[in-house]
């Protein structure tokens, strides 16, 4: 009796997760009440670890080490910037055919692994998947997508760790898990949003990201901006209601493509993925890491968090087990996850090779062919008013570019006299 009691219980339980998981509030709850099961724990260890100066009794075992490394990171070394090993000459200057050669590679990257990974990615949340037997299937759990795209970024950038020389890594531990959690939650935001609004919508909000941007920069860095910086801001904002409104009439008043929740999670993903950048940056700024070293601390932790959530639920067997009866499926997730790591790489080298104001160019073209694309493909329409919306903030955006990159030479300019007479 006490037997069939319980297996009853347990029925009602499945049944309400079940239930949450079916609604974004529910599903997003769920996930948190995970994540908190690896946060709660780790926050009271740090504190103790803190409290108790344990660096001051640290042994030189392995398990002390890696206590340091996670809670207090690695004092950095001043005689590994003076070691001659590590000093090298300057690579010879590249000629121009070279540049257009290694500038064409770049963008033919960074357009095929994005370009594909956004395809794919509005084909697993918003189509239905067919097998051999007749069955029909449509896949929901944004998390288990996070997952696939982070483990295998993980991997690479262990690898690559492992391959090559890298400076000294002194920042502790503990401190990526912030930038994976907004990094976890704006993806899942980014999968989930497509279950409400068209990923034309997406796209554009992501190229809208410009003034949460500024917003956590305010708050966390206490930067401060210029007027064209404003300026633009408002233009992207005014193109994204239009956008909006447009979207909106091409599916007709009663239509729920752009919901309130659409909207609701396009703002959380936006502001998580302005923590991210924010975050990342002053860690760049006070621990001097490397790009790859910040890609593999941060897909580890959000492969430990997604892996604790998905078991915790029970869902990642009900994912893989999806995997399996529909074989479509695991060929999309698995160029999914091979875009997202290899983008993400193009993304580090692109950077360092030609710098921030040329990366940004490249991803806002792919940004509007991504929209162009995905309208082809999947037949989104849009009114006149989205076009000029698309139009406004894609205009906005490359005035921004040009603005900041004149401000910089001038500002150049004005330094030279000053060196010149020294």
Not at 105 to 126: A, N
Not at 356 to 373: D, E, H, K, S, W
């Amino acid at each position: 009796m006490d037997f069939l009691l319980l297996k009853n219980q347990t029925r009602m339980t499945d049944y309400t997760l079940a239930g949450l998981s079916e609604s974004w509030v529910g599903s997003l709850t769920l996930n948190l009440l995970c994540y908190a099961t690896v946060f709660v724990p780790g926050y009271f260890l740090i504190w103790y670890f803190k409290k108790s100066k344990y660096i001051e009794r640290a042994g030189s075992g392995l398990v002390p080490r890696l206590i340091t490394s996670c809670v207090y990171g690695q004092s950095y070394d001043k005689l590994a910037t003076t070691d001659p090993s590590h000093t090298r000459s300057l690579p010879p200057e590249k000629t121009l055919s070279a540049k257009c050669m290694q500038l064409s590679f770049c963008f033919l990257g960074l357009q095929v692994s994005y370009l594909t990974w956004g395809v794919l990615q509005e084909k697993i949340m918003t189509k239905e998947y067919h097998n051999s037997e007749g069955s029909i299937g449509h896949f929901k759990d944004s998390q288990f997508l996070v997952f696939v795209n982070r483990i295998l970024a993980f991997m690479l950038a262990a690898m690559y760790l492992t391959c090559s020389r890298q400076p000294r890594h002194t920042a502790p531990i503990y401190k990526y898990s912030y930038c994976s959690f907004s990094n976890i939650m704006s993806s899942w935001c980014q999968y989930e949003a497509l279950k409400y609004v068209t990923f034309p919508t997406q796209v554009l909000a992501k190229a809208s990201k410009v003034i949460p941007t500024m917003i956590m920069g305010k708050i966390i860095a206490s930067k401060k901006y210029e007027y064209y910086e404003y300026v633009t801001a408002v233009l992207i904002s005014i193109g994204m209601t239009l956008f909006l409104l447009g979207s909106t009439e091409a599916h007709g008043t009663t239509s729920s493509s752009t919901t309130m929740s659409g909207v609701i999670i396009l703002v959380g993903y936006m502001s998580f993925d302005a923590f991210t950048s924010n975050w990342q940056g002053e860690l760049f700024t006070q621990h001097k890491m490397s790009s790859v070293q910040m890609m593999c601390g941060v897909n580890l932790f959000s492969c430990l968090l997604t892996t604790t959530s998905l078991m915790q639920q029970g869902t990642f067997s009900l994912s893989l087990q999806f995997m399996l009866t529909y074989p479509a499926f695991f060929w999309d997730s698995l160029i999914l996850s091979v875009c997202s790591a290899t983008g993400q790489l193009f993304i580090y080298y692109t950077i360092s090779v030609f710098g921030p104001v040329v990366f940004i160019i490249i991803m806002t073209i792919r940004q509007g062919l991504a929209i162009l694309l995905s309208c082809f493909i999947y037949s989104h329409p849009v009114t006149l008013m989205g076009i000029l919306g698309i139009l406004l903030v894609f205009t906005a955006i490359f005035l921004r570019i040009y603005c900041s990159h004149r401000l910089k030479q001038v500002q150049q300019r004005k330094t030279l006299p000053d060196t010149t007479k020294v």
